[in-house]
Each structure stands twice: as C-alpha cells, then as structure tokens.
C-alpha cells in the first residue's frame, strides 16, 4: 500500500487519507487477484472457503 498509494500521493487532509484508502482496500481485496490464493481474489477466495467449510463459520 505504501509504494502503491500513500508514497504517490499528497493527501490534504485525514479525510482525504481515508477515503483513498478505503478505496485502494475495496480494489485490492475485489479486484486482484493474488498469487498465494490461486490467482483468486481475497473476496473469492472467502466465498470459497464458506462455501466449502459451512460449519466453521458457526
């Protein structure tokens, strides 16, 4: 994150911060995908597990 988001930027306020943070979380857990996970993103990658463990999540 640090390379990708908070290095490039010049961040006028806390809110600002925020906000492109939540962005850059949102794209990195739903959009790409990650080597260590099957090439799946983190949220496939969770879908996956409840869909396969269902009763670990109770």
Do not use: F, I
Not at 31 to 56: C, F, I, V
């Amino acid at each position: 994150m640090r390379d990708e988001l908070l290095a490039l930027e010049h961040l006028d306020s806390l809110l600002e911060a925020q906000v492109l943070v939540a962005d850059w979380r949102n794209d990195y857990n739903t959009h790409r995908p990650h080597s260590a996970l099957g090439m799946l993103t983190p949220a496939e990658y969770a879908d996956q597990w409840a869909k396969n463990n269902p009763k670990k999540l109770s």
